[in-house]
């Protein structure tokens, strides 16, 4: 009586092509449905105005001031809050380009102090062209 065949039992194995097929759809699928919204890093209530900003050409240096009073230039905050800091911070940023148009995007909230303090940096560093951006106003 033999109870072996003589041939080795089958190992199972688990087959990855489509095990990675799946893994890729799923990083496809949370690529697609995610949202690169620059803006909605920090939560602003902008001020409203009748007349929206027209368009530039050239891509604007953002300054954005929240509800507390601190400052983000491209996404990186500006750790002090005085003018000396934010004038530098504005220097590294622009360089050379006094040229640039320059986007104050404040917080309705935020305080007056703090718009004036960006305002009189950017103006110290010879930067004319600056903007404060609004929200348009809502119609009855």
């Known amino acids: 009586m033999r109870l072996s065949s003589g041939k080795l039992p089958d190992e199972p194995e688990i087959n990855l092509v489509s095990l990675i097929d799946v893994v890729f759809c799923l990083i496809v699928f949370l690529v697609v449905t995610t949202t690169f919204d620059h803006r909605a890093a920090l939560n602003l209530v902008l ?39 934010l004038k530098e911070a504005i220097a590294r940023v622009a360089g050379a380009d006094r040229q640039r148009p320059v986007v104050i995007r404040g917080d309705a909230r935020a305080p007056v102090q703090a718009l004036v303090t960006a305002m009189d940096a950017l103006g110290q560093l010879g930067f004319t062209r600056i903007r404060i951006a609004t929200a348009p106003e809502a119609r009855p």
């Not at 604007?60 to 996404?75: I, K, M, N, S, T």
């Open 47 to 85: 001020p409203t105005a009748q007349q929206p900003a027209p368009v530039e050409e050239v891509a604007p240096l953002v300054l954005v001031v929240d509800a507390e009073g601190r400052y983000f230039l491209d996404q990186d905050e500006v750790l002090r809050r005085d003018t000396a800091s």
